[in-house]
């Protein structure tokens, strides 16, 4: 006998919940805030739609599912179910927070505060969640999301839904090698700031800034492209480094190779730091195309 579908409701601590847990009263908080020519009330409103919007989904699951719930914060360390629908509730930034826990299981994003979200990742309203909870077991009407990966020689693995960025964890210098997988020319020694691959999902974030900052002849990618971008962070030449691999395309099976020369970088995902990948002087990991994408209920 197969289970009955599970409706997990991913959220996260509102601003309202940190200033209460930092300051410990209402009062206290609104004192702190109304001292800096700020108010309370707006962030306050925000988590009362944020709390109708999880009671309205939450009442929208069908009396036959199961059904749970997960904070942000807690993401890594709980364990989704093949037969779940993850229903994501809040910014479109949770989306690709929970993406990189996924394999293959559909996700709904829910908007609580539309007109401030982009809606780019969380489409719909809570009104809507019934009808496309129901939608979701058909297995019809979701995009395929491109993923990122990045595997290291250890057998390390990340992915992500927007990007993946390999750096120094602090604002110390990135020093590497780096060149396609391919091994059909030499790798480069770089001294930068970091290099970032994204998506076409990330064309819409962090990626489209540097691409724009960078002046960048390069097309990019759409949600659905299989392509990937990458650029180099302030790259600059020395005795030692280069400066001609600074941006590109991969296409395909085509991986991007990286050998660390620094005493540690750090590799992370969709600006989730503290679950992150530690590599030493020497390592190496391949960036490319992920084989799991992520199902988007459009």
């Known amino acids: 006998m197969s289970l009955a579908p599970r409706a997990v409701l991913v959220h996260r601590t509102s601003e309202y919940e940190d200033l209460l847990a930092r300051h410990g009263t209402r009062g206290q908080a609104e004192f702190f805030l109304s001292s800096r020519g700020r108010g309370i009330r ?3 409103e925000r988590h009362l739609r944020t709390r109708r919007a999880l009671a309205e989904v939450a009442g929208a699951v069908p009396l036959q599912w199961r059904q749970a719930r997960v904070e942000r914060a807690d993401l890594d360390r ?6 779940d629908v993850v229903v994501v509730v809040g910014q479109d930034g949770l989306v690709a927070n929970v993406a990189k826990y996924l394999d293959g299981q559909p996700v709904l994003g829910i908007d609580t505060d539309p007109g401030r979200n982009p809606g780019v990742l969380v489409r719909h309203r809570p009104a809507d ?9 058909t297995g019809g009407g979701a995009d395929e999301l491109t993923m990122v990966e990045a595997v290291a020689d250890d057998t390390q693995r990340l992915l992500a839904l927007n990007e993946i ?3 120094p964890p602090s604002h110390q210098t990135a020093r590497y090698r780096i060149g396609p997988d391919s091994g059909r020319s030499a790798p480069e020694p770089q001294a930068s700031s970091g290099v970032l691959v994204g998506t076409g999902t990330g064309a819409t974030g962090w990626l489209r800034s540097l691409w724009l900052e960078r002046g960048s002849a390069l097309p990019l990618p759409g949600p659905c492209d299989p392509r990937l971008m990458w650029f180099v962070r302030e790259a600059w030449p020395s005795p030692d480094t280069r ?4 941006e590109g395309v991969l296409e395909g099976d085509a991986r991007l190779r990286l050998t660390v020369e620094s005493d540690r970088l750090v590799v992370f995902g969709d ?3 503290t679950d992150a990948l530690e590599l030493t002087w020497g390592q190496s990991v391949r960036l490319g195309r992920a084989d799991t994408a992520l199902r988007l209920l459009g």
């Not at 709980?78 to 037969?83: D, N, R, Y």
Request: charged share 20%; no cysteine; glycine share 8%.
């Open 129 to 137: 969640a019934a009808k496309l909870l129901r939608a979701a077991v």
């Open 42 to 44: 707006e962030v306050e």
């Open 78 to 83: 709980f364990l989704f179910a093949p037969e």
């Open 271 to 273: 600006g989730m730091e």
């Open 243 to 246: 400066t001609s691999l600074v």
């Open 165 to 167: 960025f390999l750096g």
